[in-house]
């Protein structure tokens, strides 16, 4: 079975800065993009940043400038940094990865998520 787990949430003051990272375990054959998203309350999930294979970054209007996404391909990890973050910026923040991983007899492909951790930008 295929893992994300996140950490590196939590609550930081408006301007301050956080770094989210995640892990991948399991059977893992390969990983293709990995990426972030949010959801606000009462909000829909949102594309925060993506990064393919090849280190190429994608991110939302909004994060752009401010955010950082790398990723280490060797630990199956993917990172986060996050500057002059804003009250906007609060939400639960969900680590996605496409990847291909063992199945019982040949490589499956499949699209995995993590369980959330929160990020609170509050005075």
């Known amino acids: 079975q295929v893992q994300l787990v996140e950490s590196g949430g939590g609550l930081v003051q408006p301007g301050g800065s956080l770094r989210l990272s995640c892990a991948a375990s399991g059977s893992i054959v390969s990983i293709y993009t990995m990426g972030w998203y949010r959801q606000a309350p009462g909000k829909q999930r949102e594309l925060v940043a993506t990064i393919t294979s090849e280190g190429t970054t994608n991110y939302a209007d909004s994060v752009k400038g401010r955010f950082t996404i790398s990723r280490d391909n060797a630990k199956n990890r993917v990172y986060l940094q996050m500057k002059s973050l804003k009250s906007e910026d609060t939400a639960v923040y969900y680590c996605?990865?496409?990847?291909?991983?063992?199945?019982?007899?040949?490589?499956?492909?499949?699209?995995?998520w993590g369980q959330g951790t929160q990020v609170t930008v509050s005075s």
């Open positions: 996605n990865a496409d990847l291909l991983s063992m199945g019982e007899r040949w490589p499956v492909r499949g699209n995995y």
